[in-house]
């Protein structure tokens, strides 16, 4: 079993940026994947990046490349995103999900265990 928190979501201004992380319960957080999904009002969640249990590879959403950045910790149990250059687009709640598969998915099936999540608003 594995318990994920979130934090660091908030209010900021388009081009600004935010680092969300993610804790982990378990001692075997370093062999899950790792992802970050969003999901604005009135929308499906989708998909935004993850990372492989090795640190291997990194996985992006096409709107997401270059300006955000998936990392991880596994002496903290976190895995961090990065968020620059943040536009209105972006706002929406952040969930953080582990996968017991390892390898980094843009499938949501993929993934075990899920946060609740975090806000983030970004103003025009």
């Known amino acids: 079993q594995v318990q994920l928190v979130e934090s660091g979501g908030g209010l900021v201004q388009a081009g600004g940026s935010l680092r969300l992380s993610c804790a982990a319960s378990?001692?075997?957080?370093?062999?899950?994947?790792m992802g970050w999904f969003r999901q604005a009002p009135g929308k499906e969640r989708e998909f935004v990046a993850a990372?492989?249990?090795?640190?291997?590879?990194?996985l992006y959403a096409d709107s997401m490349k270059g300006r955000f950045t998936i990392s991880r910790d596994d002496a903290k149990n976190t895995v961090y995103l990065q968020m620059n250059s943040l536009k209105p687009e972006d706002t929406a709640v952040y969930y953080c999900?582990?996968?017991?598969?390892?390898?980094?998915?843009?499938?949501?099936?993929?993934?075990?265990?899920w946060g609740q999540g975090t806000r983030v608003t970004v103003s025009s």
């Open positions: 999900a582990a996968g017991g598969g390892r390898i980094a998915s843009v499938y949501r099936a993929n993934y075990d265990y």
């Open positions: 378990g001692r075997t957080f370093s062999l899950y994947a």
């Open positions: 990372i492989s249990w090795s640190n291997a590879n990194g």
